[in-house]
T-cell receptor, first 112, second 111 residues
């Protein structure tokens, strides 16, 4: 089985712009979660989607949003980028009732 | 509020030695405790996990010890190898909460 894929792998944006990141889960996995990883804050949970519905949400501002499509692929969007949004954004997929998460390689976002 | 505390922040171990990483949690609703291994440029990979109904789980050179009353769990890497050099994250989840991660331990195994 192919693993979790994320595109793009690297991204450079300017403060104030918006960005969309994409995640394709492992085949058969319907739950997709997004995390932000920074040296200072570690791995922080953004949100989780299941069957096109947001099931859980972390403590991030409304500039961070996501969605899931009927094929379980997910996107996250960050609007009005700030320098502090520079991070590795990780997507993880899992089966419906499983806590076992499988991570993609991440998208490295740099905001200048 | 940090719900999973991890220590140490970094660890240097000689090849063949035992690496020990500790974590403590607060939320008694947690019922699944995984450990993840992350190499530079990669996403975290699930290494081993335990549920609170057992006190120990071993997979190869990796062992999780779990103390429910103390709300603590630890990862032991026996016969540590240079290839084990990575960042290790403990985590916890349960109830309606998805995974909460510890702050990570950077392990370096020196020859």
């Amino acid at each position: 089985k192919a693993g979790v894929t994320q595109t793009p792998r690297y991204l450079i944006k300017t403060r104030g712009q918006q960005v969309t990141l994409s995640c394709s889960p492992i085949s058969g996995h319907r739950s997709v979660s997004w995390y932000q990883q920074t040296p200072g804050q570690g791995l922080q949970f953004l949100f989780e989607y299941f069957s096109e519905t947001q099931r859980n949400k972390g403590n991030f501002p409304g500039r961070f949003s996501g969605r899931q499509f009927s094929n379980s692929r997910s996107e996250m969007n960050v609007s009005t980028l700030e320098l502090g949004d520079s991070a590795l954004y990780l997507c993880a997929s899992s089966l419906e009732f499983s806590y076992e998460q499988y991570f993609g390689p991440g998208t490295r976002l740099t905001v200048t | 509020q940090q719900q999973v505390k991890q220590s140490p922040q970094s660890l240097i171990v000689q090849k063949g030695g035992i690496s020990i990483i500790n974590c403590a949690y607060e939320n008694t609703a947690f019922d699944y405790f995984p450990w993840y291994q992350q190499f530079p440029g990669k996403g975290p990979a699930l290494l081993i996990a335990i549920r609170p109904d057992v006190s120990e789980k071993k997979e190869g050179r990796f062992t999780i010890s779990f103390n429910k009353s103390a709300k603590q769990f630890s990862l032991h890497i026996m016969d540590s190898q240079p290839g084990d050099s990575a960042t290790y994250f403990c985590a916890a989840s349960g109830g309606y909460q998805k995974v909460t991660f510890g702050t990570g331990t950077k392990l370096q195994v020196i020859p």
